[in-house]
């Protein structure tokens, strides 16, 4: 019998973290709506599972503050409001800017050489590609890239807690306002796109400027929800 740490335990493990990953993009596409309820006895039939690794990934999404469970029904996918999006925008801000004061202070983990050439490199081109993603209004893209962009970008200054937070703000932010988007048309030249100059402040050490463009952008955002919320 294998212990705690046997094939059978990493399979079950994979399987937790592989259904909670693709019940994040089911609600980020918009196909899980803010609300709606489901089972786990219907998640595992719908993926062919069993309950186990199903409880246990929806338990996981519950406490990233994706889903809420009511232990007599199941699961509902959270809904979010405009001030709840208001003080995810205010907490991205307050960890965004610590890291750019250590950036400042010379405290950050940005140390000069070819790692960090390559690592800002990387950075860089998924902020290309998210850039052409808000550019063309292609929102499942833009998020992808997004998501990939801030997670590493947060992990050049070597704090893992920060960086973790961080993500799962701008998971939580994305989940509040992609049902809002998704009713739109046409997205085009409505979606933030300076991820490029943001990186491109941070390789030259321009702490001012990159608080400058993360300001930008979340006045865009903040603009922008009210928008679509009616405020």
Same mark, same amino acid.
């Given at each position: 019998m294998p212990g705690p740490t046997g094939n059978g335990a990493?399979?079950?493990?994979?399987?937790?973290?592989?259904?909670?990953?693709?019940?994040?993009?089911?609600?980020?596409?918009?196909?899980?709506?803010?609300?709606?309820? #489901?089972?786990?006895?219907?998640?595992?039939?719908? *993926?062919?599972?069993?309950?186990?690794?199903?409880?246990?990934?929806?338990?996981?999404?519950?406490?990233?503050?994706?889903?809420?469970?009511?232990?007599?029904?199941? #699961?509902?996918?959270?809904?979010?409001?405009?001030?709840?999006?208001?003080?995810?925008?205010?907490?991205?801000?307050?960890?965004? $800017?610590?890291?750019?004061?250590?950036?400042?202070?010379?405290?950050?983990?940005?140390?000069d050489g070819p790692r960090l050439a390559a690592a800002l490199?990387?950075?860089?081109?998924?902020?290309?590609?998210?850039?052409?993603?808000?550019?063309?209004? $292609?929102?499942?893209?833009?998020?992808?890239?997004?998501?990939? *962009?801030?997670?590493?970008?947060?992990?050049? #200054?070597?704090?893992? *807690?920060?960086?973790?937070?961080?993500?799962?703000?701008?998971?939580?932010?994305?989940?509040?306002?992609?049902?809002?988007?998704?009713?739109?048309?046409?997205?085009?030249?409505?979606?933030?796109?300076?991820?490029?100059?943001?990186? $491109?402040?941070?390789?030259?050490?321009?702490?001012e400027a990159a608080r400058g463009c993360v300001a930008a952008?979340?006045?865009?955002?903040?603009?922008?929800?009210?928008?679509?919320?009616?405020?």
């Amino acid at each position: 019998m294998p212990g705690p740490t046997g094939n059978g335990a990493v399979t079950r493990s994979t399987l937790r973290r592989q259904i909670a990953d693709a019940l994040r993009d089911e609600v980020l596409a918009g196909r899980l709506k803010p609300g709606q309820e #489901f089972t786990v006895k219907e998640i595992a039939e719908q *993926y062919g599972v069993s309950a186990t690794p199903v409880r246990e990934a929806l338990v996981d999404l519950s406490a990233q503050g994706l889903l809420d469970a009511d232990h007599h029904r199941g #699961f509902r996918v959270h809904e979010y409001s405009p001030d709840d999006y208001r003080g995810m925008v205010e907490a991205r801000g307050l960890v965004t $800017d610590g890291m750019f004061r250590s950036l400042a202070d010379g405290r950050a983990d940005l140390v000069d050489g070819p790692r960090l050439a390559a690592a800002l490199a990387g950075v860089r081109r998924r902020g290309e590609e998210a850039q052409r993603a808000a550019i063309a209004g $292609d929102l499942t893209v833009l998020i992808g890239y997004d998501l990939r *962009y801030w997670r590493e970008l947060s992990a050049l #200054f070597g704090n893992p *807690y920060l960086s973790d937070f961080l993500h799962r703000l701008r998971v939580q932010s994305w989940v509040c306002t992609v049902q809002h988007l998704r009713r739109l048309s046409d997205l085009r030249g409505t979606l933030w796109s300076g991820h490029t100059e943001l990186v $491109d402040a941070l390789a030259r050490r321009d702490a001012e400027a990159a608080r400058g463009c993360v300001a930008a952008y979340n006045a865009h955002s903040l603009a922008l929800i009210e928008r679509l919320t009616g405020g």
